[in-house]
């Protein structure tokens, strides 16, 4: 296909502009042009009338766990710890859940989000890795993808004590970083949906910590971490640590050093997850009793008093949301961007920024991903109606004219 014009709407370009009449060109799998006003379509372009509609960057799920089983049609009751965890019983096969996964990824593409960066695969193994390397060569549909390996403690009885050592942890480090993964997964804190008080647990020490920083840094890889208790951030932050989930008790130490290496550093509350569970999940067994034992409601009050803080103080907070789980499926990510305005004060240009431009810069990819500017590739959205001034547009996939990965449609349908 030859040149593409996007144009007769707005433009919201991801830098944090507002909005303007403009039109956008593309050429191959990168943008050619994005322009103010509307100009005459060169002979054999074809034109993409955007009337009533926005034209923005994809959007890009900085908290995805595409090896997680439900999505929007396919919900999966038995992974919902602590209620129900039956699907560890029937666990699939590799091809199986590879299969999943696969299927996962074009129910988040469906949903606008062009690439995505991994918070962590559900298994040992190497399914993300597959996952996304079927996707870059076009053998799948999916966003793009940063892969992540799975969510590791620091459980002397279930690693083995030698494992557990700084020696062992550096050494799981190693071992991900061979099978592919762009970035390894720590559980620095418990979680109080595993264990009473959960949350305020530390499972690595400084040491161990230490070594995780340098064999990442040795390996050429990410870590990405769940970090709920301040020491568990503090731990993050200080040995280089590049996401940071959840944050959702830190304390005002914790809070200056964010803030200090907001510039090498994301964090995400998956906030997606905690909204579900206390609003939405009685029908999964997760009713305001069962919300309160597991942590959420706690951790939804502590996120909504401290988020609007580090948005004050310049820290770059990603959407995701923890979605993959029968409450909170994948393909309804978008949710997040409203949560971003209701609960945390963003405006919806800034939510939008965080889903787009950060997306970007989490994915490594700054210099060609989450804004529209010449020579970036050319993902992006022809969205119904303005966005900027409405997150909750992007909930439906109706109001998705137009999804557009690296120049290729992956939909296109007139929205009038």
Same mark, same amino acid.
């Given at each position: 296909?030859?040149?593409?014009?996007?144009?007769?709407?707005?433009?919201?370009?991801?830098?944090?502009? /507002?909005?303007?009449?403009?039109?956008?060109?593309?050429?191959?799998?990168?943008?050619?042009?994005?322009?103010?006003?509307?100009?005459?379509?060169?002979?054999g372009?074809?034109?993409?009338?955007?009337?009533?509609?926005?034209?923005?960057?994809?959007?890009?799920?900085?908290?995805?766990?595409?090896?997680?089983?439900?999505?929007?049609?396919?919900?999966?009751?038995?992974?919902?710890?602590?209620?129900?965890?039956?699907?560890?019983?029937?666990?699939p096969?590799?091809?199986?859940?590879?299969?999943?996964?696969?299927?996962?990824?074009?129910?988040?593409?469906?949903?606008?989000?062009?690439? %995505?960066?991994?918070?962590?695969?559900?298994?040992?193994?190497?399914?993300?890795?597959?996952?996304r390397?079927?996707?870059?060569?076009?053998?799948?549909?999916?966003?793009?993808?940063?892969?992540?390996?799975?969510?590791?403690?620091?459980?002397p009885?279930?690693?083995?004590?030698?494992?557990?050592?700084?020696?062992?942890?550096?050494?799981?480090?190693?071992? !991900?970083?061979? +099978?592919?993964?762009?970035s390894?997964?720590?559980?620095?804190?418990?979680?109080?949906?595993?264990?009473?008080?959960?949350?305020?647990?530390?499972?690595?020490?400084?040491?161990?910590? =230490? %070594?995780?920083? %340098?064999?990442?840094? /040795?390996?050429?890889?990410?870590?990405?971490?769940?970090?709920?208790?301040?020491?568990?951030?503090?731990?993050?932050?200080?040995?280089g640590?590049?996401?940071?989930?959840?944050?959702?008790?830190?304390?005002?130490? =914790?809070?200056?050093?964010?803030?200090?290496?907001?510039? /090498?550093?994301?964090?995400?509350?998956?906030?997606?997850?905690?909204?579900?569970?206390?609003?939405?999940?009685?029908?999964?067994?997760?009713?305001?009793?069962?919300? /309160?034992r597991?942590?959420?409601?706690?951790? +939804?009050?502590?996120?909504?008093?401290?988020?609007?803080?580090?948005?004050?103080?310049?820290?770059?907070?990603?959407?995701?949301?923890?979605?993959?789980?029968? !409450?909170n499926?994948?393909?309804?990510?978008?949710?997040?961007?409203?949560?971003?305005?209701?609960?945390?004060?963003?405006?919806?240009?800034?939510?939008?920024?965080?889903?787009?431009?950060?997306?970007?810069?989490?994915?490594?990819?700054?210099?060609?991903?989450?804004?529209?500017?010449?020579?970036?590739?050319?993902? +992006?959205?022809?969205?119904r109606?303005?966005? =900027?001034?409405?997150?909750?547009?992007?909930?439906?996939?109706?109001? +998705?004219?137009?999804?557009?990965? %690296?120049?290729?449609?992956?939909?296109?349908?007139?929205?009038?």
């Amino acid at each position: 296909m030859g040149e593409i014009v996007f144009t007769g709407g707005s433009v919201f370009d991801g830098t944090g502009r /507002e909005p303007f009449p403009g039109e956008v060109v593309v050429r191959g799998d990168r943008i050619a042009a994005v322009r103010p006003g509307h100009s005459p379509a060169p002979e054999g372009a074809t034109v993409v009338d955007c009337a009533g509609a926005t034209v923005m960057p994809g959007l890009i799920e900085g908290h995805a766990h595409l090896t997680f089983p439900s999505a929007v049609g396919h919900l999966e009751p038995g992974f919902n710890p602590p209620v129900d965890v039956s699907f560890f019983g029937r666990p699939p096969t590799a091809e199986e859940h590879l299969a999943l996964a696969e299927r996962n990824a074009r129910i988040l593409l469906d949903a606008g989000f062009t690439s %995505a960066y991994s918070a962590g695969s559900l298994t040992p193994g190497n399914v993300e890795v597959q996952l996304r390397d079927r996707i870059a060569a076009g053998e799948t549909p999916g966003p793009r993808l940063r892969a992540a390996s799975f969510e590791r403690d620091n459980n002397p009885v279930r690693h083995g004590a030698e494992n557990t050592t700084p020696t062992g942890v550096a050494r799981f480090i190693a071992e !991900q970083a061979a +099978l592919g993964f762009d970035s390894v997964k720590l559980l620095l804190s418990n979680d109080d949906v595993f264990v009473p008080g959960g949350s305020m647990q530390t499972q690595y020490t400084a040491e161990q910590a =230490a %070594a995780a920083g %340098a064999a990442a840094r /040795e390996a050429g890889v990410w870590l990405n971490c769940h970090a709920q208790n301040p020491e568990s951030i503090k731990l993050a932050v200080r040995n280089g640590f590049r996401s940071v989930y959840h944050c959702s008790y830190a304390d005002e130490e =914790a809070l200056d050093l964010l803030e200090e290496h907001k510039d /090498e550093l994301f964090a995400a509350p998956a906030v997606g997850i905690m909204w579900a569970n206390v609003h939405e999940a009685e029908e999964f067994g997760i009713d305001r009793a069962m919300a /309160e034992r597991m942590g959420s409601v706690a951790q +939804l009050e502590a996120q909504t008093a401290l988020y609007p803080e580090m948005r004050r103080r310049g820290i770059r907070v990603l959407p995701g949301g923890d979605y993959g789980f029968p !409450q909170n499926p994948i393909g309804r990510n978008a949710r997040d961007l409203r949560l971003f305005v209701d609960l945390f004060g963003y405006t919806p240009a800034e939510a939008l920024v965080a889903a787009t431009k950060w997306g970007g810069e989490v994915m490594g990819m700054a210099d060609e991903l989450g804004v529209l500017a010449s020579g970036h590739l050319a993902d +992006l959205l022809v969205v119904r109606g303005d966005p =900027a001034r409405d997150v909750a547009l992007l909930q439906d996939p109706s109001n +998705l004219g137009v999804i557009m990965q %690296a120049g290729r449609f992956h939909k296109h349908t007139p929205l009038r």
